[in-house]
């Protein structure tokens, strides 16, 4: 049977076009040809000839709130009175720490894994602002206290599991490997979750009269897109700060799209960053990088997705490609209150994928989490992850220590074969996944993850924003690479011979 898809990314829907009825996902059942449970029908919700969904839960009164605190206060679980309101703009910790959005929990509480597990299943699907979007049917555990009216969203999330059948079969023996594509959505990668709630709070602080001229970002291409989108969307000025010449021009032309001020800096990623940072501290644009803590809200919401497609199995892997580091902690975070507020009774095991070029988290690790050092990141394929101080480099190693998780690599040949391998399978990934996809192989193949367990590879960004390292790879003009799965056109002559022959060929390769 070929590969089936689950979910298919939502349309754009604007807020007029709200109506409090419910639409589920088209989708298909599979046949159930995985684990031996009677109890998993792995779909995301009823197929349109199937019952529908009972009504929704009534949402009871309760009020919700978040604040921030010090990260150290969650990841020593040591109490601390320093709290932040999410209306300041701001940060760090006093002692100059990471900041994290701590939950209202015993809120949450008031009501079971039954209840938040309805109320999300209803969701799905809805065109009733907000609700239809993947990021803000979640609202209550993102950012509880916004007002609808000042959420800017594109209907983000809700993005295809896809079922990676032929690849599983044909290069690891597995039968229930998954391919979450994050990168189906609004401006074709995963930044787009956390985008719609910073882009949504600077909306609400700027109506509140903070005193924001705008919103900036230091950008190896995909958050740039994002928030421009974003800004562009609630009309808010973006700036954006990217290193010349290291970024497709598929990515760079996003931002320039969409009405950002656009600096080339003759700098890395790195390099870029510690430029915002300074200019954020001397003017009132509001930091968009990962530094800030709102945008995990959002990226989080993807973890959580993956178990109500699964329909709230929890897979035994969760692979993730990591640069920056903060969507690794964000998964982790949506795994972690789903377990807490009784969704689920356990979380997936964790798994980043590093770029050899740039793998500083790689390194730390194969150390025994003795001493971290950064590195200087060199050219990779894998352009969005080429960041040697990642700024996130405590929240990944605490989601890590906390899941059981692991840290892999992939040189630059073994992660772009392993794209084209994919590719070979029907699916289109990014240098990205090649890496996670790459991660996955060396872990199969030294045993550590099983033929029957049940592993997502969570792809970032669309394949469509690197098509020129697939047209190298294909044409065989990387140097030192033997481009292994290249699928080069024949030129041929306009003649019926001459076709026929190749043809010949080919169809007695294929039998």
Request: aromatic share 10%.
């Amino acid at each position: 049977m070929a590969s089936s898809q689950f979910l298919n990314s939502s349309s754009l829907l604007s807020k007029s076009s709200s109506s409090s009825s419910h639409r589920h996902y088209g989708c298909r059942r599979l046949r159930r040809r995985l684990k031996p449970s009677p109890s998993i029908i792995c779909t995301a919700a009823p197929s349109i000839t199937s019952a529908p969904l009972p009504p929704p839960p009534p949402q009871l009164p309760a009020t919700y709130s978040a604040k921030y605190v010090p990260f150290t206060s969650i990841s020593t679980g040591a109490a601390t009175s320093e709290s932040y309101s999410l209306d300041e703009v701001v940060y760090r910790s006093r002692d100059g720490g990471l900041l994290d959005v701590q939950h209202d929990m015993a809120a949450l509480k008031q009501f079971d894994g039954h209840y938040w597990r309805s109320l999300f299943d209803s969701r799905v699907g809805t065109t009733r602002w907000p609700y239809g979007s993947g990021v803000w049917s979640k609202k209550e555990w993102v950012l509880p206290e916004i007002d609808d009216e000042d959420i800017v969203s594109a209907f983000e999330g809700n993005s295809n599991l896809f079922w990676a059948e032929r690849f599983g079969k044909k290069f690891l023996g597995m039968n229930d490997l998954w391919i979450k594509h994050c990168g189906i959505s609004h401006t074709g990668s995963f930044k787009d979750l956390g985008m719609t709630v910073l882009v949504s709070q600077v909306n609400r602080l700027r109506k509140l009269n903070r005193p924001l001229v705008g919103v900036g970002c230091a950008s190896t291409g995909d958050t740039s897109a994002a928030l421009s989108a974003y800004c562009a969307a609630a009309n808010i000025p973006s700036i954006v700060f990217l290193p010349a010449n290291k970024i497709s021009m598929a990515q760079l032309v996003q931002p320039i799209a969409n009405g950002a001020f656009v600096l080339s800096i003759d700098t890395d990623f790195d390099g870029c960053m510690k430029l915002i940072r300074e200019i954020t501290t001397e003017l009132p644009i509001y930091l968009a990088n990962s530094l800030n803590s709102l945008r995990l809200e959002g990226q989080k919401t993807a973890a959580i997705e993956i178990l109500q497609q699964f329909d709230w199995e929890v897979p035994d892997w969760v692979i993730i490609p990591g640069g920056n580091l903060d969507n690794i902690y964000a998964f982790y975070k949506g795994f972690k209150m789903c377990e807490e507020l009784g969704l689920v009774d356990r979380i997936p095991r964790l798994v980043c994928a590093q770029a050899q070029n740039a793998n500083p988290l790689y390194q730390y690790y194969k150390s025994g989490w003795k001493e971290f050092t950064a590195v200087k990141a060199e050219d990779t394929f894998a352009s969005a992850i080429q960041i040697g101080d990642p700024v996130s480099i405590d929240r990944a190693v605490y989601a890590l220590k906390n899941s059981g998780g692991i840290v892999e690599e992939a040189t630059e040949e073994e992660l772009m074969d392993a794209m084209a391998m994919a590719d070979s399978t029907g699916m289109f990934v990014c240098p990205h996944t090649g890496v996670a996809l790459s991660a996955l192989m060396k872990l199969r193949g030294n045993g550590v993850i099983k033929p029957t367990d049940r592993a997502v590879v969570v792809s970032t960004a669309h394949g469509l924003k690197f098509t020129q390292a697939k047209i190298d790879y294909h044409s065989g003009k990387i140097k030192e690479m033997d481009c292994r799965h290249s699928n080069p056109p024949v030129t041929v002559k306009a003649d019926f011979g001459s076709v026929m022959d190749e043809l010949k060929k080919y169809l007695a390769r294929t039998r």
